[in-house]
């Protein structure tokens, strides 16, 4: 498989949350706020890389009767990792993220790739491919983030943009806002994007 | 039975190795942590008290055993005691939230501070403005404290009022002489 699929694959074609529908509890969860979105995204992309790389390097150590507690606990350790260095050195973030740092354990994204992409590829592949999945995850959170923070607080990445007079969409930062931004955007990503790749 | 042993051992490399790899990582940011929390509080004790001189922990389990209270420090201006700092975590809507109370030795609240809370954006988060903390300063100790809800927020501004009024609590009956 040639690079330039497998970054294709992950932005747009097979993008983990609106076409996959992958890892919906941190997508719908917290994206309140662009940031948020951005660091969530970030944090799994990270994730999503190391676990890609460790697990191609590891395959052919690790008998597959075995393999899916083994990938467990590779994930396991660079969610830990990255939820310790968040908390040292960004811990803003951290706090706004919370429960679902520890929780990018069960993205089933991460599973997803190690066992779909990361233990049947080389490690090259699989390395573009972490990168190219975390950042398709990323752009989707950082869209749907930004769509709900601008119509439910009137601001972006905690810049005001509409000024005093908008009056903000509460429903928009709060779960069903959530879900009704990610089923508008799915079906615009659907019609814009898709429709001109195919 | 040979395969389940070998199988057992591979398991068993994989997870040492990440066992090693996250005690290193933690013994690497656990002090930065940790500075950073006692720095967060020193700061907002510095704001409550601008001409105090020092605070110190205050270690005495039956204070630390009230409801609700995690930490509390002894603010000093030379040897005087001259008020005291005390850290609240109640329930929020959304998981605990981490509040600061500064009390005078009078019982005058000088300031609260929101050290950590994971409220919904753009509703329950809304405790942390100026202009809702600002609410509670020169309020008394004598009785509860009295704010306005932030609309929408009901249960996030509870909560605070909640710890606010723990910390009030634990002031009046341990640490006011």
């Known amino acids: ?198 | 039975m040979r395969e389940i042993i070998k199988l057992g051992f591979i398991l068993l490399a994989i997870t040492s190795v990440a066992g090693l790899i996250l005690g290193g990582v933690n013994s690497m940011t656990a002090d930065i942590i940790e500075e950073r929390a006692l720095e967060e509080s020193m700061e907002a004790i510095e704001a409550f008290f601008p001409e105090s001189d020092g605070a110190g922990f205050v270690d005495d389990a039956d204070v630390l055993d009230y409801d609700l209270v995690d930490e509390v420090y002894e603010v000093r201006q030379g040897d005087n005691v001259i008020g005291y700092t005390i850290k609240t975590v109640p329930n929020g809507y959304d998981g605990p939230i981490e509040i600061l109370t500064g009390i005078t030795i009078d019982g005058e609240i000088t300031g609260v501070e929101i050290l950590s809370q994971t409220e919904t954006p753009g509703l329950g988060d809304r405790i942390t403005t100026d202009d809702f903390k600002e609410q509670f300063i020169g309020q008394s100790s004598d009785s509860e404290v009295d704010v306005d809800v932030l609309s929408g927020a009901t249960v996030s501004s509870n909560a605070v009022v909640n710890g606010v009024n723990a910390a009030i609590n634990v002031f009046e009956e341990e640490l006011r002489n």
């Open chain 1, 1 to 198: 498989m040639n690079m330039g699929n497998i970054v294709k694959n992950g932005i747009v074609k097979e993008n983990p949350v609106f076409i996959q529908f992958l890892g919906m509890c941190p997508v719908l969860a917290v994206t309140g706020t662009a940031t948020n979105g951005l660091g969530m995204g970030l944090a799994t992309t990270a994730v999503l890389l190391g676990s890609n790389t460790v697990i191609a390097l590891m395959k052919s150590f690790i008998p597959s009767k075995i393999r899916i507690p083994s990938f467990i606990v590779v994930i396991a350790t660079f969610v830990t990792m990255i939820g310790m260095v968040m908390n040292a050195y960004i811990p803003d973030l951290y706090n706004a993220l919370g429960i679902f740092i520890p929780l990018i354990v069960v993205n089933c994204l991460i599973l997803g790739r190690a066992e779909t992409f990361a233990s049947k590829n080389s490690t090259t592949a699989s390395v573009v491919d972490g990168l190219s999945m975390g950042l398709g995850f990323t752009l989707a959170l950082v869209v749907l983030g930004g769509v709900r923070e601008l119509f439910g607080s009137g601001s972006i990445f905690g810049v005001e943009l509409l000024g005093e007079a908008y009056p903000a969409m509460g429903i928009m930062v709060q779960p069903p806002g959530a879900f009704l931004a990610l089923g508008l955007l799915t079906a615009l990503f659907n019609v814009v994007i898709l429709k001109r790749i195919k």
